[in-house]
């Protein structure tokens, strides 16, 4: 089959007939979440033949599995704490996930500073234990940098007293696109995914969960959905839809990220660095022209809903990055835009700090029939997903082949490797900015953009200037990629919101219309859609209180 072929619709046009399928089925599986945790799970158990729904109260991956580091990775500093099974796990599913999704994660080099003769040997035996917990199966292995080596792999890094240096390789990703390839795979497999869609209470039976009473965030109706189990995916907000006697199950932990121009910083490629005042470590990493800055890592009280970043933690990172790059611009005129998202930590009562609170997962049955899984890493996803089918058999939510296990790590459909995309392309209509891009972020997907260009040459005008997206794209997403509001095209299906400081009326108006013309939106929608856009776009550009 042509990989075009297997591309499938999935809508925003067809939500009704979604949301009546929803209504009228009894599902095995109802998944309450959806971030790449609940993604993975609708995927995993698709690829079973095991009948799944997914509902997501806001888009899918508008909570934490958009606002990460961006890095498929071991947790290089996770190995400090012992805890060596959740780093080795996590090494052996970053490099099933490069050759799965070869397109969307890619490998970077990752250097860290050392300051003198015997910190450079110890840390290169500590990374040595980091390449064996990985199988010796990473992309490359550690490696030592001279000096010189060093200056050369980032010139500009001038940092006192720095003797050599390491770099390892880890993954580079687009976190909210991952988290909707894996959402797509499983709807491809027979699953049910609608976003916007709430769970407000668990029904039950004879004690035994049978469904979840939600709410359609954009009409007000409410429905029932029923299945035979049902599992609370939510992340931060897992604690909101477990019973009221329940202990907190969640130790959120705000992480805060902002975007540059790459050439502000002068990166190569990425760096882990130390803060001078507490000695954390942050990632500084390329993203083609840009450069991505983070994270912060620390007790959050506040809304998950509304979490945005503050000046404090724009100073925090701006310490970070002065210490390791003196010439850098990064004031905050220089800022094109920032995320602040919270990891569902499991909390641990007799952990006094979150850095060292452990990111390993929780998977457990609530009540009969209903199961939690929080916690864990974005990397993992895919082991976590098993171990929760696993889990939920032994419990007798269903029957498994233990043959099965093994299929969540087939190759993505719509994954692409480098040689596959050029035999594929025949356009050449595009500089090679725009084409890497398409095949970065789509993959098979991208080679139906191009063929839509060919179809409609208009289409392949820029969204907006300096940005390599195009407005096929949108047309795309609109037909495949279920977005419902204009923030999700913004926000997560592209990084034109993020790498854009400012006319963001015009880029969320000209959104709007375009969705509206293919919606039915009305003058009324299509303002409301370009007010809370822009809303949002200008707290990720401007600090909170400013």
């Not at 699953?191 to 009473?213: D, F, H, P, S």
Request: charged share 25%; with cysteine.
């Amino acid at each position: 089959m042509n990989a075009k072929e297997s591309l499938m619709t999935w809508s925003a046009k067809d939500r009704d007939t979604y949301l009546a399928e929803l209504s009228e089925k009894t599902y095995d599986v109802l998944i309450v979440g959806g971030g790449i945790t609940g993604a993975g799970m609708l995927r995993a158990l698709g690829l079973r033949g095991i009948s799944t729904a997914l509902i997501e109260k806001d888009d899918f991956g508008f909570g934490t599995s958009s606002k990460s580091t961006r890095l498929a990775h071991g947790g290089v500093r996770y190995i400090i704490n012992g805890e060596f099974s959740l780093v080795s796990e996590a090494c052996h599913e970053r490099d099933w996930l490069r050759g799965a999704l070869p397109n969307l994660v890619r490998p970077v080099p990752i250097v860290m500073i050392n300051h003198n003769a015997i910190g450079s040997l110890a840390f290169g035996m500590y990374l040595r234990f980091y390449d064996l917990l990985s199988g010796w199966n990473n992309y490359k292995n550690y490696t030592h940098l001279s000096l010189a080596d060093c200056k050369e792999a980032e010139p500009q890094v001038s940092i006192p007293g720095t003797h050599s240096a390491s770099r390892i390789y880890e993954c580079i990703i687009n976190d909210a696109r991952l988290t909707l390839e894996i959402a797509k795979e499983g709807v491809m497999t027979g699953g049910t995914a609608v976003n916007y869609l709430e769970a407000k209470r668990i029904i039950t039976k004879n004690g035994r969960a049978t469904g979840v009473e939600a709410v359609d965030r954009l009409t007000g109706d409410s429905l029932v959905i029923s299945a035979k189990n049902v599992v609370n995916a939510c992340g931060p907000w897992t604690d909101d839809l477990m019973p009221e006697d329940s202990p907190k199950v969640i130790r959120p932990s705000k992480g805060v990220h902002i975007v540059v121009k790459r050439e502000n910083i002068g990166n190569v490629g990425g760096l882990y660095v130390k803060n001078p005042a507490d000695g954390r470590s942050i990632f500084v990493l390329a993203h083609g022209d840009f450069t991505y800055l983070g994270t912060t890592d620390t007790d959050y009280p506040g809304s998950l809903d509304d979490c945005y970043t503050e000046r404090e933690e724009y100073e925090y990172l701006k310490m970070s990055v002065d210490s390791c790059f003196p010439d850098a611009r990064f004031e905050e005129t220089d800022i094109l835009g920032t995320y602040a998202g919270v990891r569902p930590l499991v909390l641990d009562p007799t952990e006094t700090t979150e850095t060292k609170t452990s990111r390993r997962e929780l998977v457990d049955e609530v009540s009969p029939g209903y199961f939690v899984i929080t916690g864990g890493k974005l990397t993992i996803f895919r082991s976590m997903a098993e171990k929760l089918i696993e889990f939920m058999a032994k419990k007798g939510a269903f029957d498994i082949k233990k043959s099965d296990t093994k299929r969540s790590k087939n190759r993505f459909v719509l994954g692409l490797t480098p040689e596959e995309w050029a035999a594929s392309i025949t356009s050449k209509a595009f500089d090679e900015k725009t084409l890497a891009h398409l095949y970065q972020n789509y993959g098979v997907g991208g080679l139906s953009i191009l063929d839509a260009v060919t179809a409609d040459g208009s289409t392949g005008d820029a969204i907006t200037t300096g940005q390599p997206n195009i407005q096929a794209e949108l047309d795309y997403c609109l037909e495949h990629e279920m977005i419902t509001r204009v923030k999700d095209f913004l926000l997560r299906r592209t990084n034109l919101s993020l790498h854009q400081r400012d006319d963001h009326e015009t880029l969320g108006r000209e959104t709007a219309k375009r969705m509206g013309a293919s919606l039915g939106w009305d003058d009324a929608r299509i303002k409301s859609e370009v007010a809370e856009y822009v809303d949002i776009a200008h707290k990720n550009s401007f600090f909170l209180g400013t």
